[in-house]
């Protein structure tokens, strides 16, 4: 009997052990697991900042772009406002009633290149190309006179 309590007690001791083996194998596979989350999750977590971070590059590269676009239009506006207060004063020291009236064919001839001209303007501001005779215009009477700037970029006064 004595040796069936002693069994009985190493075998009680051995479940035991078992039984806290068991535990401890348990809990190392649940701790390797959290693991295994916690560095997939914190790859995410990298991966999502990168793009963020390449996401706000790209949005900073557009908007200096976007500057730049603004800036080149301001200035053509500027361009194109300076050119309307130069024909606004021509026009004002002219009486362009009193001159048709006197001489129409005169004012007619005038009006239609004048006409022509800011059209043409129009074309080339739209994205027309330029044609060999306004690059290659050398004197004014060959010019564009509502924008020598642009239609004839080789003109110097």
């Known amino acids: 009997m004595f ?3 002693k069994i009985k007690v190493y075998l009680l001791i051995a479940a035991l052990l078992g039984a806290a083996g068991f535990a401890a194998w348990k ?8 693991i ?7 790859a995410r977590a990298e991966m999502a900042q990168q ?9 900073e590269k ?13 200035e053509k506006f500027s361009a194109a406002s300076e050119r309307v207060n130069n024909l606004e004063e021509k026009l004002s020291e ?6 048709g009236s006197r001489r ?7 009006v239609d290149k004048g006409t022509k001209d800011v059209l043409r303007c129009f074309e080339i501001e739209s994205g027309s190309p330029l044609t060999e005779d306004e690059i290659n215009a050398t004197r004014k009477s060959k010019t564009n006179g509502s924008c020598p700037d642009i239609a004839n970029p080789n003109y110097r006064p």
Request: cysteine-free; proline content about 2%.
């Open 27 to 34: 809990y190392y596979e649940y701790t390797q697991n959290q």
């Open 3 to 5: 040796i069936f309590k």
């Open 62 to 74: 557009d908007l200096i772009a976007v500057r730049e676009q603004y800036n080149a239009t301001v």
């Open 94 to 99: 002219h009486n362009i009633q009193y001159l």
């Open 51 to 59: 793009e963020t971070q390449n996401a706000l590059e790209s949005i």
């Open 104 to 110: 129409p064919g005169l004012v007619e001839n005038i």
């Open 36 to 42: 295994r989350i916690y560095a997939e999750n914190a």
